[in-house]
């Protein structure tokens, strides 16, 4: 009964920052142990924003956005006069590249910590070029140890991970649906998902949102003996309507009203930002995100959200090949002023009304500035 008033408070407390970490207040032992305090632990002012960053698929500009948005998120602070600092941390510990980008040459690194070659995890943390930005690298080169990080080590991490002192912490996650990824990405309801407009991507990204929402339910539900049995016959293809409403469907006949409400609960909180990337205007991305919002409500029963496109842009293309963050290289570009309107978005916990936008605005900025008008996008962010 406490585990099912705590869901249901999460999700029904007000002006809820979905970027932060869900708190769990009954049983110590039966909650995540990385929320739990690290010992001797300094009380810390406020508590940072972990902001995990997902694709699914490689080969979407995961890692060029993570780092931009970063850069971005960081000027914002600046121009408020502000102390406060930003993190970066690549995650992506098979191949790192982030620090490529960044030109930054660390000397400590996520290995070390997990190798136990340093004590402390903020020892790693390594100043950057770009004022109010700090950098923390997974491994100077693809780390076995991180490659098969294991449950513990997992945990670990994530404890000290969420006493490093910054406003944000931007995490720059690897491609794929490996458990730490997935694990990562579920420290906060509402991680941000990487796609674009190729299928392929689009698909991929999908089922990175339903394999971290399977592995979510799973883990909530294990002492539910027929939500347990229902996740199994769904995995398994087994249920009449294949799907997560249908799997509500059937524990709300069962006649099993406390678990329902959990898993009601748990689906209600879940809810992934979108950026798509490598849109040709503002519309194609806002019908990427309408497909993938449907499909989220059709087939897991939960909602996505979306932070805007990051639009197609030769500029982006060029700094790649100079190892360089476009929004500072090219900062007066169309990618550039999009990712600073994403950065404005996440700070204040906003994003676009799709609905709204698709059936008015998208298509009234085509047919007025025409496709890709670097007009029509400066008036798009400015609404």
């Not at 000290?160 to 990562?184: K, M, T």
């Not at 190892?323 to 204040?348: G, L």
Request: overall charge neutral; proline content about 5%.
């Amino acid at each position: 009964m406490s585990k099912i008033l705590e869901l249901l408070q999460r999700i029904e407390t007000p002006n809820q920052n979905l970027f932060e970490a869900p708190v769990y207040q009954s049983n110590p032992e039966s909650s995540p142990s990385f929320i739990e305090p690290i010992e001797n632990e300094e009380p810390l002012e406020f508590e940072p924003k972990l902001i995990p960053i997902a694709s699914g698929k490689g080969g979407v500009g995961k890692t060029n956005i993570a780092v931009s948005l970063s850069i971005a998120l960081a000027d914002r602070l600046k121009e408020k006069n502000s102390k406060d600092e930003v993190i970066l941390v690549d995650c992506d510990f098979g191949l790192p590249n982030a620090d490529i980008i960044l030109g930054v040459k660390h000397r400590r690194t996520i290995d070390d910590f997990i190798s136990k070659r340093i004590d402390s995890l903020s020892s790693a943390v390594s100043p950057t070029q770009y004022p109010g930005l700090n950098f923390l690298s997974g491994s100077s080169t693809p780390s076995m140890t991180l490659s098969h990080f294991q449950y513990q080590q997992r945990q670990k991490f994530l404890r000290n991970l969420r006493s490093l002192r910054s406003r944000f912490i931007v995490l720059d996650l690897g491609a794929s649906v490996h458990l730490e990824v997935i694990d990562f990405f579920s420290m906060v309801n509402s991680g941000i998902v990487i796609t674009n407009p190729e299928p392929t991507a689009m698909r991929d990204s999908f089922l990175f949102i339903r394999a971290t929402l399977m592995r979510k339910l799973k883990k909530e539900t294990s002492d539910m003996p027929v939500s347990t049995r229902l996740l199994d016959s769904l995995e398994n293809g087994m249920l009449e309507i294949p799907s997560v409403p249908g799997l509500l469907n059937e524990l709300k006949k069962s006649g099993e009203l406390m678990e329902y409400k959990t898993l009601k609960a748990i689906l209600n909180a879940f809810r992934p930002k979108l950026i798509v990337n490598r849109a040709e205007d503002f519309n194609e991305g806002l019908e990427v995100a309408k497909k993938m919002r449907d499909s989220a409500r059709r087939e897991l029963g939960i909602e996505i959200t979306f932070l805007g496109p990051v639009l197609q842009d030769a500029c982006v293309v060029k700094s790649v090949k100079e190892a360089a963050p476009f929004v500072k290289r090219y900062p007066d570009c169309d990618a550039s002023h999009w990712v600073r309107n994403i950065a404005q978005r996440v700070e204040e916990n906003t994003d676009f009304e799709i609905e709204r936008n698709y059936f008015s605005f998208g298509s009234y900025l085509k047919r007025l500035f025409g496709k890709g008008s670097s007009s029509a996008l400066n008036t798009a962010a400015a609404l």
